[in-house]
């Protein structure tokens, strides 16, 4: 049974740093990624990272995030660095192989301004 767990969230002053991790449990996969989401909002891509350590970032967090992955391809990290305010969101973990997909349960980050 796949499981993934987030963990790291809270809260933050902008300006500055937060540091999220996802364990993946039951398999490993070819990409992983965060999403997030806002009140109100549709939940939307932070940034991912397939098994070749190719990354891909959403314009909004490029240069200040930055996305990892263990070599055993089952852990994903987020370095978030100069946080705002419009960073606060519910942060989703999201791992995928083979055309099949999954969530973690999500965790909350604030940032003060």
């Known amino acids: 049974q796949v499981q993934l767990v987030e963990s790291g969230g809270g809260l933050a002053q902008a300006g500055g740093s937060l540091r999220l991790s996802c364990a993946a449990s039951?398999?490993?996969?070819?990409?992983m990624g965060w999403y997030r989401q806002a009140p109100g909002k549709q939940r939307e891509l932070v940034a991912t990272?397939?098994?070749?350590?190719?990354?891909n970032y959403s314009d909004s967090v490029k240069g200040r995030f930055t996305i990892s992955r263990d070599n055993a391809q089952t852990a994903v990290y987020l370095q978030m660095s100069r946080l705002k305010s419009e960073d606060t969101a519910v942060y989703y973990c999201?791992?995928?192989?083979?055309?099949?997909?999954?969530w973690g349960q999500g965790t909350q980050v604030t940032v003060s301004s």
């Open positions: 999201n791992a995928g192989k083979s055309g099949q997909y999954y």
């Open positions: 039951g398999s490993t996969f070819s990409i």
């Open positions: 990272i397939n098994s070749g350590g190719w990354t």
